[in-house]
């Protein structure tokens, strides 16, 4: 079972290795400002998942600077991907998009820009803008989805059903963009065959990469409650180690993984702990999959 990595991609597309800039837009989202909730989807940190991200009151070009100066140590040829990853990186007036947009892909060291969010915010006049922005330099959409499963998508909140999704990747595709589609495995009342569900719809879907992250319990959210009092639990290792590899073989051959699993913030992480020895998890993801393989 032969996977198309992100490491292979970047070579085939850039043909060098490219680290991600994670930016924040000073964005919020319709999650969280009332618009369809106000508490935010279940699993979500106060930082919109953008714990690793830049910091909004810094203009995008300092960011990008600053996220050159941690990655100094890993990269030699300083080509980067511009990541809007705090929020819902659409989620805002198309002037306010067009000029940090504008910011990041006019940057000499960067060579894409990636957005991440949601389906139900890509309006028509933010799909022509990102359309435009990839005219410029290569243009990555990444969606939530998260499950194809209607009953988890009503617990943690998502907010929109899975023809918005649909529609969104669609339009996105037409538009000339690369989709990239996060997906949460062992959401509370999910079981491995449910996340297989979700990962072949995903396969199927007509997008070009996806992100298989485990569910992690933050501090503060939601479903830190729900985990302390007994409601919900996370896999073990191994489990998700055999699960991934499970997930994978469901893909098409050229459908990009970007990620296997997932960077909790060491300081609000609640569980799994196991998950903050990437390299370890790595290494038995990769033993797995080749073992597979084999099969």
């Given at each position: 079972?032969?996977?198309?990595?992100?490491?292979?991609?970047?070579?085939?597309?850039?043909?060098?290795?490219?680290?991600?800039?994670?930016?924040?837009?000073?964005?919020t989202c319709p999650n969280r400002d009332g618009t369809l909730d106000?508490?935010?989807?279940?699993?979500?940190?106060?930082?919109?998942?953008?714990?690793?991200?830049?910091?909004?009151?810094?203009?995008?070009?300092?960011?990008?600077?600053?996220?050159?100066?941690?990655?100094?140590?890993?990269?030699?040829?300083?080509?980067?991907?511009?990541?809007?990853?705090?929020?819902?990186?659409?989620?805002?007036?198309?002037?306010?998009?067009?000029?940090?947009?504008?910011?990041?892909?006019?940057?000499?060291?960067?060579?894409?820009?990636?957005?991440?969010?949601?389906?139900?915010?890509?309006?028509?006049?933010?799909?022509?803008?990102?359309?435009?922005?990839?005219?410029?330099?290569?243009?990555?959409?990444?969606?939530?989805?998260?499950?194809?499963?209607?009953?988890?998508?009503?617990?943690?909140?998502?907010?929109?059903?899975?023809?918005?999704?649909?529609?969104?990747?669609?339009?996105?595709?037409?538009?000339?963009?690369?989709?990239?589609?996060?997906?949460i495995l062992g959401l509370p009342g999910e079981a491995a065959k449910?996340?297989?569900?979700?990962?072949?719809?995903?396969?199927?879907?007509?997008?070009?990469?996806?992100?298989?992250?485990?569910?992690?319990?933050?501090?503060?959210?939601?479903?830190?409650?729900?985990?302390?009092?007994?409601?919900?639990?996370?896999?073990?290792?191994?489990?998700?180690?055999?699960?991934?590899?499970?997930?994978?073989?469901?893909?098409?051959?050229?459908?990009?993984?970007?990620?296997?699993?997932?960077d909790g913030d060491k300081r609000t992480l609640i569980a799994p702990?196991?998950?903050?020895?990437?390299?370890?998890?790595?290494?038995?993801?990769?033993?797995?999959?080749?073992?597979?393989?084999?099969?």
């Amino acid at each position: 079972m032969n996977y198309y990595s992100l490491n292979e991609y970047l070579q085939d597309t850039f043909g060098e290795k490219v680290y991600k800039i994670a930016l924040d837009g000073g964005f919020t989202c319709p999650n969280r400002d009332g618009t369809l909730d106000t508490r935010g989807c279940i699993f979500c940190s106060g930082a919109g998942s953008g714990e690793f991200a830049g910091k909004p009151e810094d203009s995008i070009t300092a960011q990008i600077e600053k996220g050159k100066e941690r990655l100094r140590g890993k990269v030699k040829n300083g080509k980067y991907i511009a990541y809007f990853q705090a929020f819902t990186s659409t989620y805002a007036p198309v002037e306010k998009l067009r000029r940090l947009y504008e910011e990041a892909v006019s940057h000499p060291d960067i060579i894409a820009l990636s957005v991440a969010t949601r389906p139900d915010c890509l309006s028509k006049e933010v799909i022509l803008l990102l359309q435009e922005m990839n005219e410029i330099k290569p243009v990555w959409v990444e969606l939530g989805l998260q499950t194809i499963h209607e009953k988890t998508a009503k617990y943690i909140r998502r907010g929109y059903p899975l023809s918005v999704y649909d529609e969104a990747v669609k339009k996105l595709k037409k538009a000339g963009m690369q989709v990239i589609v996060h997906v949460i495995l062992g959401l509370p009342g999910e079981a491995a065959k449910d996340c297989k569900e979700t990962v072949s719809y995903v396969g199927k879907s007509g997008a070009d990469g996806i992100k298989l992250q485990l569910l992690h319990v933050i501090r503060g959210t939601d479903l830190e409650k729900d985990y302390r009092e007994g409601k919900c639990r996370v896999m073990e290792m191994e489990e998700y180690v055999a699960l991934v590899a499970d997930c994978i073989a469901l893909l098409p051959e050229r459908m990009v993984i970007h990620r296997m699993t997932g960077d909790g913030d060491k300081r609000t992480l609640i569980a799994p702990k196991w998950s903050m020895d990437k390299k370890r998890v790595l290494n038995a993801l990769h033993k797995a999959i080749r073992e597979k393989e084999r099969v």
